[in-house]
């Protein structure tokens, strides 16, 4: 009996050491690139913030594998954005990645994914051709397509709003073209008319140019800007005496959360159409607003819930492969069978 318990104990002993010398499954990398810096750099930063958050809240944990987020910042330039991608995927080998912002920079780095085959999530960049006729095979898209909000937006200025004639303004990129070009198509098939299209660079630092060629007689200016040049944007269509005289609406991102606290009275009275809303009244979104207001002491935007959605695929694909995540075709599939709830903007489902 005794020489059962010896043995006994020592079998437990040496299964014991070997559980404590077993090595830990190294991390499951997430590469992801935002503009950090730049003039889309608060949109960026907001992008960062809900991801963060999300992880936080998992303790940086999935499916058993700790999660370590390489962060790039990709400026809002497209070719750095192309650098940054390669940078992810042959230097630091990640097994998914998430972002970017902009449309142009999403075009971008979409074929480089494909040739990678590199799983990744598109929760903000909206381009509509990712998803249609330029349509990936690694990338999900957990968000939108930068027409969608504005079919319906076209038919409400019509048929609630009774505008008739409207110009637009717009930066001069596939976010700009493709919003105003939703709009565009459902209001003109209602009957609206739409009198004038200014395209605004970038880099802009004065729309006076372009105020100049709007006409008073308009029902409606439709603009499409964020970050820094929303901000300019509002304050000038403001002191050239534009407000109060022609309604001016718009692509939800103008008067978004990211830079809606730094706007004065010019942000009163504008309608603009998104599909999130930091003071939507659900239970979801009063716990993720309550939050991210604490961790950030910030109010929640449409950029930084999409990346807290959108890293909930990530994370539900994950848990359900119990962390085995390097077969990326079979990390692919999770993503897109993935169904996380409870999301601050509502029910999201993907389609075919």
């Not at 659900?282 to 929640?300: E, Q």
Request: net charge neutral.
């Amino acid at each position: 009996m005794r020489n059962r318990a010896l043995i006994a104990t020592v079998f437990v002993a040496a299964a014991a050491l070997a559980l404590a010398q077993t090595p830990e499954r190294p991390p499951i990398r997430i590469g992801f690139m935002v503009p950090l810096s730049g003039a889309n750099a608060q949109n960026g930063r907001d992008i960062l913030n809900g991801f963060v958050m999300l992880l936080e809240e998992a303790g940086y944990q999935a499916g058993g594998r700790r999660i370590q987020l390489i962060v790039e910042d990709d400026e809002g330039i497209p070719a750095v954005g192309l650098t940054k991608a390669r940078k992810l995927v042959e230097r630091d080998q990640v097994h998914m990645m998430g972002g970017p912002l902009l449309a142009s920079s999403a075009y971008a780095i979409a074929p480089y994914i494909n040739a990678q085959q590199i799983p990744m999530v598109y929760p903000v960049a909206s381009g509509d051709d990712l998803t249609q006729r330029r349509r990936s095979k690694w990338i999900v898209r957990t968000g939108y397509t930068s027409s969608q909000p504005n079919h319906p937006f076209g038919e409400y200025a019509y048929n609630t709003m009774k505008l008739r004639r409207v110009a637009t303004i717009a930066l001069d990129y596939a976010f700009g073209w493709e919003s105003v070009g939703g709009f565009e198509r459902t209001f003109e098939e209602q009957g609206g008319q739409i009198t004038k299209k200014l395209w605004v660079p970038l880099s802009v630092h004065d729309f006076g140019p372009y105020l100049a060629q709007l006409s008073r007689d308009l029902d409606a200016v439709y603009a499409l800007f964020l970050g820094r040049t929303a901000l300019q944007f509002m304050r000038q269509y403001q002191e050239y005496g534009l407000k109060g005289r022609v309604q001016l609406i718009g692509m939800g991102t103008t008067t978004d959360e990211h830079v809606l606290p730094a706007m004065g009275d010019e942000a009163i009275g504008v309608i603009t159409t998104l599909h999130y809303s930091g003071a939507l009244d659900s239970p979801a979104n009063r716990k993720f607003a309550a939050a991210y207001r604490a961790r950030f002491k910030r109010v929640p935007s449409y950029y930084s819930e999409s990346m807290y959605t959108g890293g909930k695929w990530l994370l539900a694909a994950i848990d359900a492969l119990h962390g085995n995540v390097e077969d990326r075709s079979v990390l692919l599939d999770a993503i897109r069978k993935a169904a996380p709830a409870d999301l601050p903007r509502g029910p999201v489902t993907i389609d075919e």
